[in-house]
């Protein structure tokens, strides 16, 4: 079992991500339906009704998925994309995050405040450090992740993270291993993808992104 609560020995299912032709593990994966008015929906749940199709969740792949009409290739009929997917989806992603960081929260499996945080990390209870984007670099330099891979979400804001945590405005977290996390850890890392990524993929099986 990973310090973050995903079982390393977990063979997770792999689909084909329409843009970049690349087969990778559903969990680095934005799954989409087909909506009844022909609309594509993003499924950041993956609990909606109907064959899924899969796009890298990356801002240059869906763009390019969205401008190549490959949404309608893969569905086998014409189906209309919504706006500035990129967009669309970061923004379900990183409600999905804080979502799940609140019902960790309200489970005890996740705190916040420095000296808690900091407890849970040096004693172990903590599997995974949270901490916001616009925080200070010399504050986050005092806690350190805690070994391992997975262990460290840096992906929302002080604010996102502040509605997660019911304050205005929250710096550090940690996460207990178990519970939510795994999915929690999984969600952040797409949303970290999104928020990084500024290069631009090209069409066509085996095609890497940056």
């Given at each position: 079992?990973?310090?973050?609560?995903?079982?390393?020995?977990r063979e997770d299912?792999?689909?084909?991500?329409?843009?970049?032709?690349?087969?990778?593990?559903?969990?680095?994966?934005?799954r989409?339906?087909?909506?009844?008015?022909?609309?594509?929906v993003?499924?950041?749940?993956?609990?909606?009704?109907?064959?899924?199709?899969?796009?890298?969740?990356?801002?240059?792949?869906?763009?390019?998925?969205?401008?190549?009409?490959?949404?309608?290739?893969?569905?086998?009929?014409?189906?209309?994309?919504?706006?500035?997917?990129?967009?669309?989806?970061e923004?379900?992603?990183?409600?999905?995050?804080?979502?799940?960081?609140?019902?960790?929260?309200?489970a005890?499996?996740?705190v916040?405040?420095?000296?808690?945080?900091?407890?849970?990390?040096?004693?172990?209870?903590?599997?995974?450090?949270?901490?916001?984007?616009?925080?200070?670099?010399?504050?986050?330099?005092?806690?350190?992740?805690?070994?391992?891979?997975?262990t460290?979400?840096?992906?929302?804001?002080?604010?996102?993270?502040?509605?997660?945590?019911?304050?205005?405005?929250?710096?550090?977290?940690?996460?207990?291993?178990?519970?939510?996390?795994?999915?929690?850890?999984?969600?952040?890392?797409?949303?970290k993808?999104?928020?990084?990524?500024?290069?631009?993929p090209?069409?066509?099986?085996g095609?890497?992104?940056?």
């Open positions: 079992m990973a310090r973050g609560g995903r079982d390393k020995n299912p792999e689909r084909k991500c329409i843009a970049t032709g690349e087969i990778s593990p559903k969990v680095g994966l934005v989409f339906v087909v909506g009844p008015d022909a609309q594509i993003p499924d950041i749940n993956g609990k909606l009704p109907g064959r899924g199709i899969y796009v890298s969740a990356e801002r240059s792949a869906l763009a390019l998925a969205a401008k190549k009409k490959l949404f309608s290739r893969a569905a086998k009929q014409q189906v209309s994309v919504p706006d500035d997917l990129p967009a669309l989806v923004t379900l992603l990183k409600d999905r995050v804080i979502g799940l960081l609140s019902l960790a929260r309200k005890g499996d996740a916040t405040g420095f000296e808690k945080v900091k407890e849970w990390i040096v004693s172990g209870q903590g599997a995974v450090l949270i901490q916001a984007s616009d925080g200070s670099e010399r504050g986050k330099s005092k806690l350190r992740p805690p070994d391992g891979e997975e460290y979400i840096g992906s929302l804001t002080g604010s996102e993270l502040g509605l997660a945590f019911g304050r205005e405005n929250v710096i550090h977290g940690a996460l207990a291993a178990g519970g939510l996390t795994t999915r929690v850890v999984e969600e952040a890392a797409k949303l993808s999104m928020r990084e990524d500024i290069g631009g090209t069409a066509g099986k095609t890497k992104t940056t």
